[in-house]
């Protein structure tokens, strides 16, 4: 069965450094997402993708966030400059189609920033 | 803007015994609902979804949902619980407006399945 995955699982990076989460989203979908989950709390969205543009972002992802398609089959988050509170995991998720359908989610990447 | 709550942080059940995990929402026009697994350090799998037609849906894992409009509601019900079922469960929704609308997610609730 087609899967998002993720890579790396976890990734430890020093304050300040810059990071790039990697997903392979489903191969026939058309809508990309990326969520993150600070542990033990809810799962919050960060940016949604079509069309090779964001459709929409929340208060989140600020400037210090970039998303980029740089081929036809990866998506990526990119984290400038990270911060203590970036600590999360991220979620990677495409659907097939828009509204009325499911999002499949990747396994996440455990992020830990020191 | 759209909002889903989950009041129970946690739910307990014993094995064998049906349970419900509740879900309210809230959003402009019609809904489409959604209820997901989270089973630890593991990602989110779909577990069911209302987009129109029948109130009761049914998906994965013998689990059910009631959708119930006019309380805004959209309850998880499974007959008989197992004491695999014990994990997280986040309801979600997505608006109608925007072809690549976000889910918006509860808080999530725990279940508890015990023998």
């Known amino acids: 069965e087609p899967e998002v995955t993720q890579t790396p699982s976890h990734q430890v990076t020093q304050m300040g450094q810059e990071v790039i989460l990697r997903c392979v989203p489903i191969s026939n979908h058309l809508y990309f997402y990326w969520y993150r989950q600070i542990l033990g709390q809810k799962v919050e969205f960060l940016v949604s993708f079509y069309n090779n543009e964001i459709s929409e972002k929340s208060e989140i992802f600020d400037d210090q966030f970039s998303v980029e398609r740089p081929d036809g089959s990866n998506f990526t988050l990119k984290i400038r400059s990270t911060k203590l509170e970036d600590s999360a995991m991220y979620f990677c998720?495409?659907?097939?189609?828009?509204?009325?359908?499911?999002?499949?989610f990747g396994q996440g990447t455990r992020l830990t920033v020191v | 803007a759209q909002s889903v709550a989950q009041p129970e942080d946690q739910v307990n059940v014993a094995e064998g015994n049906p349970l419900t995990v509740k879900c309210t929402y809230s959003?402009?026009?019609?809904?489409?609902l959604f209820w997901y697994v989270q089973y630890p350090n593991r990602g989110l799998q779909f577990l069911l979804k209302y987009i129109t037609g029948d109130n009761l849906v049914k998906g994965s894992y013998g689990f059910e949902a009631e959708f119930n409009k006019s309380q805004t509601s959209f309850h998880l019900k499974k007959p008989s619980a197992l004491v695999s079922d014990s994990a997280l469960y986040f309801c979600?929704?997505?608006?109608?407006?925007?072809?690549?609308?976000?889910?918006?997610f509860g808080t999530g609730t725990r279940l508890q399945v015990t023998l």
């Open positions: 979600a929704v997505r608006g109608p407006t925007g072809t690549a609308s976000k889910l918006t």
């Open positions: 998720a495409s659907s097939p189609r828009g509204q009325g359908t499911e999002a499949f």
């Open positions: 959003v402009s026009g019609n809904p489409y």
